[in-house]
């Protein structure tokens, strides 16, 4: 019989889409109260690879990571995407915009070979992990650096976003070592 393991923990990182700096804020906030303190958040960049979420996010769309200080089990991610989306909702409601979704939030994790994102949407690529909810292996970190696959979404590909990932890893990575 082979010996089961537990898998070790991972870096909760949340994607902010926001129709501008106050939904930002705001959004930062409510991460803050609802999963913990962040430790790293990235700088704010213009989300212009894609006009998708035009209709629901507005026109000039802010994009920013944070992480969350503390280390999660990997398991807890159909569970963390299900609280997104009610926070999104929340804060819709909260920031009163003539706009359906002022906040995106996309819960990924960060393990030292991998980025998952979590989706509520089936694809070839994605793997149902319970609860309504799909993940997929979004970038791959080898031979020292963050490398997209074929079906990786166009922002994911920028090296500014490869720059805060390693900047997470690198974190992950000294929490690790420090565990008992």
Not at 16 to 27: F, V
Not at 105 to 118: H, W
Request: proline share 7%.
């Amino acid at each position: 019989m082979w010996k089961l393991q537990d898998p070790k923990p991972v870096k909760l990182i949340i994607g902010i889409l926001a129709a501008d700096q106050q939904c930002l804020h705001a959004a930062i906030e409510a991460i803050e109260d609802k999963f913990d303190r962040t430790d790293l958040v990235s700088d704010v960049w213009p989300f212009t690879q894609t006009d998708y979420y035009k209709d629901q996010t507005g026109p000039n769309i802010l994009r920013q990571f944070v992480s969350i200080e503390r280390l999660i089990d990997p398991g807890r991610l159909a569970k963390i995407k299900l609280k997104t989306n009610k926070l999104e909702q929340k804060l819709a409601a909260r920031l009163r915009m003539p706009l359906p979704r002022p906040v995106n939030l996309d819960p990924g994790i960060i393990e030292a070979s991998k980025l998952i994102l979590a989706s509520t949407k089936n694809y070839s690529h994605r793997i149902y992990i319970g609860k309504k909810i799909y993940a997929e292996v979004t970038l791959i970190f080898d031979k020292g650096s963050w490398c997209p696959l074929p079906y990786t979404y166009p922002d994911y590909r920028q090296q500014c976003y490869f720059d805060f990932f390693e900047k997470v890893r690198t974190r992950l990575l000294e929490q690790l070592k420090h565990q008992v």
